[in-house]
């Protein structure tokens, strides 16, 4: 199970395993409790949660009662989409950590470009004043690297191009699977050397009924889910599948074996699924 312990490199050095583990509709308690008690079980070492998720306090007791070492768990959580001050987001930021129960978290980023109950709308001035409190927040060391969610080209830019830009986000996370790639804003973040994340990489259990993966799939002697999960991996995206029962969480962390060139060009063209889901992780 080599993969999901490989690692990419931030832009500020760290490493970051090449698998996340999500907890996206997780409910708080004994379920987000037991998906990563048996994630980190399993050999999961990235775990992606997020304040709006309601679910950090029982990331932090799984990750407390676990035999693996803190130092070996890549911890994420966000700082909600409605939050677009300076202040809220240090604020946030202060009681995702108590939650959490840990004195740093490995990456702290941005969930959305703007409130939930606004998606799409333009707030460039305000997230120039939240990524200023990220900065600080990544300056004091309590959270080993900042980066963005949902952020699209023009979002990124916005930051990359601010003159109050010290620390540039090192990744963004976003939807992203077979038939949803998102190209233009990989291509911005890869350009900037901003690794991407990708939430939803099954999209949302989407992708198992398709008669074209299932075909590709058989080849490999994999499933659907696995196959996803490594296309991903080629297109050097970090997947961040979610799953509860132990079965699904040991599969999907057994990826080692490789896509020919031949079925990664297929699938690159292979049209979207019916149904994308509204971002939410």
């Known amino acids: 199970m080599a993969t999901i312990t490989d690692t990419f490199e931030l832009n500020n050095g760290l490493k970051m395993p090449k698998v996340g583990f999500g907890t996206w509709q997780t409910e708080p308690g004994k379920e987000t409790y037991n998906a990563v008690s048996n994630a980190l079980k399993a050999g999961y070492r990235f775990i992606d949660t997020a304040k709006a998720y309601g679910n950090e306090k029982s990331v932090g007791e799984a990750i407390a009662d676990s035999s693996v070492n803190r130092a070996d768990i890549f911890v994420q959580t966000k700082l909600p989409g409605e939050s677009k001050t300076y202040d809220k987001t240090l604020a946030d930021f202060e009681s995702s950590l108590k939650a959490l129960n840990l004195d740093y978290v490995d990456s702290y980023i941005i969930h959305a470009p703007w409130p939930w109950g606004q998606m799409g709308t333009n707030h460039d001035a305000e997230n120039r004043d939240v990524w200023r409190a990220m900065q600080e927040i990544y300056k004091s060391g309590r959270a080993k690297s900042i980066g963005v969610s949902n952020f699209n080209s023009h979002e990124l830019e916005n930051l990359l191009t601010w003159d109050g830009l010290t620390v540039a986000p090192a990744v963004d996370q976003i939807q992203y699977y077979i038939g949803y790639t998102q190209d233009s804003i990989v291509k911005t973040a890869k350009d900037n050397g901003i690794v991407v994340q990708a939430y939803s990489p099954l999209a949302t259990g989407d992708l198992v009924n398709s008669s074209d993966l299932k075909r590709i799939a058989d080849n490999y002697h994999v499933s659907i889910p696995q196959l996803a999960l490594r296309f991903?991996?080629?297109?050097?995206?970090?997947?961040?599948?979610?799953?509860?029962?132990?079965?699904?969480?040991?599969?999907?962390?057994?990826?080692?074996?490789?896509?020919?060139?031949?079925?990664?060009?297929?699938?690159?063209?292979?049209?979207?699924?019916?149904?994308?889901?509204?971002?939410?992780?």
């Open 232 to 281: 991903v991996i080629q297109n050097d995206v970090a997947p961040l599948p979610k799953a509860r029962s132990m079965a699904h969480v040991k599969a999907n962390a057994q990826l080692d074996f490789e896509i020919s060139n031949q079925d990664m060009a297929f699938l690159k063209q292979l049209p979207p699924v019916e149904h994308i889901h509204p971002a939410g992780d």
